[in-house]
């Protein structure tokens, strides 16, 4: 295979880029300071939620937010809440049309992930709190698990109340 055709074929294929990264929103409360930096009685219990919303900005031109919500608590006592919102615009091409969502819902998030989780990381350390590593997140199981929900809620709307 010659180079042109290797270049050929690298044109024709699914592409995927990433045109830029930016934080949307970022918010940082710690309501209890300075108390609870310095009293707590154990590990702090930490809930993570986490987002993904897709907009489409033009052709070949998508924003995907990756949104983290992160509560850390201590005994029912709030000490620190951190909200991001991670953005990303994407430029793809050659993918197929039933590909479209998962590349946008699954594959978009996963490359921009490591430097939310950085970004959650540095704030809590900022805040006065050690460094908090989010665990790798399942945005494949994240995406079926909203798929399944769509389809439940379209069938609760179809079906009439008796």
């Known amino acids: 295979m010659s180079e042109t055709d ?8 699914p592409q995927l880029r ?7 929103d970022l918010s940082f409360e710690s ?9 707590q009685s154990g590990p702090p219990q930490i809930s993570v939620h986490v987002d993904v919303g897709v907009r489409k900005l033009a052709e070949s031109d998508y924003e995907v937010d990756l949104k983290l919500n992160v ?7 709030q000490l620190f809440l951190v909200e991001l919102v991670y953005s990303g615009i994407f430029r793809l091409a050659n993918i197929p049309q039933e590909s479209l969502q998962p590349v946008l819902l699954i594959e978009c998030p996963r490359q921009i992930f490591p430097f939310a989780r950085r970004i959650v990381a540095d704030v809590v350390r900022d805040g006065g709190f050690p460094p908090l590593m989010i665990d790798p997140i399942d945005f494949s199981g994240l ?3 909203q798929m399944a929900q769509a389809q439940a809620e379209a ?8």
């Open 31 to 39: 309501p209890n300071a300075p108390h609870s930096l310095t009293q």
């Open 71 to 77: 509560d850390a608590k201590s005994e029912d006592k």
């Open 155 to 162: 069938s609760a709307q179809e079906t009439p109340d008796a």
């Open 143 to 145: 995406y079926r698990q």
């Open 6 to 13: 290797t270049n050929a074929a690298e044109e024709n294929g």
């Open 18 to 24: 990433v045109v830029t990264q930016y934080i949307k």
